[in-house]
């Protein structure tokens, strides 16, 4: 009896390692395999300090969502390193060489001798490169994030990535904005045209003087902005709630950085938001069901969006008649006026107090115009103090003559601080807005007796009014 168990189990412990052994082999057959189909389609998962990657060859992530690999855009025939969507083979989001093009096929990536990663012309010749600490066993890989990033084996840790490094596109989990530590910056620069990446004459950063918002350049000078942070969202995109539940945004105030980004909800569909040649920025969102970009919102939307449209103490409004998108808020008259017009119509010379503000002892006397319904005006100069409510913002503005409005920085509610800003300079780039905030404006002393004051308007009503 015992004879026949000692065989049974002899037996069954054959059958099980001939089941391991069967298992093991089809696992190697399977890499094997797989290593075949990505070399015979062109294509990697990843690029390891041996390796190199040639015009021709691609790295993709696992979930193929993107793709690196040389390209030339448009009617171009100069080669980059870049990286695309891989639905849209022509939405290009980074370029390495935006400033060198190779001039033919024979560009080749690879580790060089000094640790770092560098792109080669066909004279070995550098065209762009990218350090990074020594690491013995670097490697390279394109997450399914779309971020390329520079890693030690298979430590999480990175050493280097392109989303520290931005073009003209903005992906979830990438930041704008500033280090306040090292004053080094993340920012979007615009193509030169839809055939040249190199860097144009555009480009969109977070302001950090004043309270945070974005703004797009042309060269050095503003073109728009989207009004300040408000705790919710930028102050002068309404249409943020179009898109809030999928992409939310998000901004961090810190010792050590002023930033701001958005992330995407496991089931959003591919989003970008991208500055263009022509200065314009948008969001858009990849259509499944016509494999197409759908834009969710593009600035400037309309003549109010242009920077500081109607002058320091203009207010625009983009419903008015074309020829009269400038008015002057309630106690301000045209700079440029005449007895026979009191529209600035297309000045830019804005508005100017129709009497002086009555102070004494150097404290205001007058009380405050609410002007409702607005993109908050210009930070980069105002005085901004997030530990107070609006109730004490008024006591300072009215304690100071030289306080021109005041308004909440926060309106999340309750648990939240309003904070406080105060402007003493211009009032600029003050428009109405679908949802905008109240701003709380020190008008001349003959205004006082007809005033909103105050204590009669929440500080965190959200409304559209039109002044007469």
Known sequence: MNSLLCKGEFVMMATSQLLAHIILLLLLLSFFLSVQTSAAAGFAVKLERVQNLTDGKTLVPAGGSYTLGFFSP????????????????????????????????????IFDDVDSLVLLDGSRRRAWSSNFLAAPAAVVQLLESGNLVVRNGSRDTS???????????????MKLGKNLWTGGDWHLTAWRSADDPSPGDYRRTLETAGLPELVV???DVKKFRTGPWNGLTFNGVPER????????????TSPSEMTYGYTA??????????????????????????GEWRSYFKGQRD??????????????????????FCGCVEGFSPVHATPSSQEVKDSAGGCRRDAPLDCAGGKTTDGFKVVPGVKLPDT?????????????????????????????VDIRGVGYRTGCVIWKDDILDL???DGGQNLYLSPPALMVSTCYCYPSIDPRTLALVVLP
């Open 241 to 252: 709630s179009w898109f809030a539940h999928k992409y939310p945004l998000w901004v961090t």
């Open 159 to 173: 050493l280097w990535q392109s989303f520290d490094h931005p073009s003209d596109t903005m992906l979830p989990d």
């Open 265 to 290: 909800a496991p089931d959003a569909f591919l989003t970008r938001v991208v500055v263009n040649h022509t200065g314009a920025a948008e969001r858009l969102v990849w259509d499944v069901g016509t």
């Open 217 to 219: 350049w042309h060269r």
């Open 303 to 324: 003549t109010c969006d242009t920077y500081a449209r109607c002058g320091p103490f203009g207010l625009c409004d983009a419903g008015a008649v074309s020829s009269a």
């Open 431 to 433: 428009r109405f807005i």
């Open 74 to 109: 448009g009617v171009s025939t100069k080669r980059y390193l870049g990286i695309w969507f891989s639905v849209s083979n022509d939405t290009v989001y980074w370029v390495a060489n935006r400033d060198q093009p190779l001039g033919d096929r024979t560009g080749m990536l």
């Open 380 to 408: 980069q100069n105002a005085s901004v103090d997030m530990e107070v409510e609006l109730e004490e913002c008024r006591h300072r503005c009215f304690a100071d003559c030289s306080c021109l409005a005041y308004a909440a």
